[in-house]
């Protein structure tokens, strides 16, 4: 073939070539980038609309050229619909999702005697992350008054450690729809010196650090025109170390994880009396009621699409009697 009409070939093709990624262009409206990157899936959102990739315009140049042109990618759907009429339907998320706890605090999150994680959070996120949303996921240890910053400076995705929904935790994450009901309570040594609440007035009680049990104290010590000392631990073990050992007269928790305790110790038992679940109408439990809480699974506030996700799953363990399984495997019923 002349070179002049090759030359006309090689143009005509250039020219193919850009009228297709131009119609790419104004079809889908956007770029689908395909790079490098760890292990993401693509998760789909209450439509559960599959799609698939396709590449539009692969046609070459001459041999002896490297093309500029960025090859265009295009997302349809088996329904025929565009990447921009579906992108509101997936999400791409790294893998492993990586949630950060406070471990242990049983019966939320602890380890088995062969080192295994388990607890009904760690159920929890196998509900919704593993067989809802299709995602492999871990739990990473940590304090859990350092735990929101922790989140915020990106060392892990979210938080699943009995966390209670607080005004002021919520300037700071946003939380999922509520997925469990608590109460704070006071557990007591059996034939001790406590028998009503009042009795508590000049003693010692133990918490653990940043949780709504040492909120809840606080209140307390103020309802005693401070006439009250507080003792906050790290892990709530040493709180209940403290009041075994005689050196606080109660603990005040969350009423699941002191009601493990009263199971397992003898000596140990819930302080009695009405409180804020009756006072409020609620189903209360029969022992002493501070507070009435619910728990909520804690992100950033950058990560909306993720949270929306995440409360679909929630949802849909609900709807399936998933979520009523795995309460009754730790606590007596489930009204949540």
């Known amino acids: 073939m002349p070179r002049e009409r090759w030359q006309l070939v090689e143009w005509l093709e250039r020219l193919l070539k850009y009228v297709r990624i131009k119609k790419s262009k104004a079809a889908y409206g956007k770029r689908a980038l395909i790079t490098p990157m760890k292990r993401r899936t693509f998760v789909k ?4 609309i599959t799609t698939g990739l396709t590449l539009a315009g692969c046609m070459g140049g001459s041999g002896d050229e490297q093309d500029d042109e960025t090859t265009e990618a295009s997302e349809t759907t088996s329904s025929g619909t565009t990447a921009s009429e579906t992108s509101s339907e997936e999400l791409s998320v790294e893998e492993p999702v990586v949630i950060g706890s406070d471990i242990p605090y049983p019966p939320f999150e602890y380890r088995k005697e062969n080192g295994d994680l388990t607890g009904f959070d760690v159920d929890i996120a196998e509900a919704v992350f593993k067989e809802e949303m299709g995602l492999d996921y871990e739990f990473k240890k940590t304090g859990f008054d350092t735990i929101i910053p922790s989140l915020n400076n990106g060392n892990f995705r979210t938080i699943m ?8 935790r919520a300037e700071k994450v946003d939380f999922s729809d509520p997925y469990f009901t608590a109460y704070q309570t006071v557990a007591i040594l059996d034939n001790g010196e406590i028998s009503k609440l009042e009795d508590i ?3 010692t009680v133990a918490v653990q650090k940043g949780t709504t049990g040492e909120g809840a104290a606080e ?3 103020e309802q005693f025109d401070g006439n009250l000392t507080i003792d906050s631990y790290d892990q ?3 709180a209940f170390n403290a009041l075994l050992n005689n050196q ?4 005040i928790n969350d009423n699941t994880v002191n009601a493990k305790y009263v199971k397992e110790q003898d000596s140990v038992v819930f302080l009695e009396g009405d409180g804020e679940a009756a006072d409020q109408g609620k189903n209360a439990p029969p022992y002493l009621t501070l507070t009435v809480e619910e728990y909520g699974i804690a992100f950033r506030k ?8 995440v409360n679909e799953a ?3 363990i609900k709807d399936s009697g998933r979520y009523d399984e795995i309460y009754g495997k730790y606590f007596e019923s489930s009204s949540n």
């Open 302 to 309: 950058d990560d909306d699409e993720f949270r929306k996700r």
């Open 161 to 168: 450690s009995a966390m209670t929904i607080k005004p002021e």
């Open 201 to 203: 007035k000049g003693k």
């Open 236 to 238: 709530i073990t040493g």
């Open 314 to 316: 929630l949802a849909a």
């Open 219 to 221: 209140q307390l010590k």
């Open 248 to 251: 606080a007269v109660a603990v």
């Open 45 to 48: 959102g209450s439509a559960g």
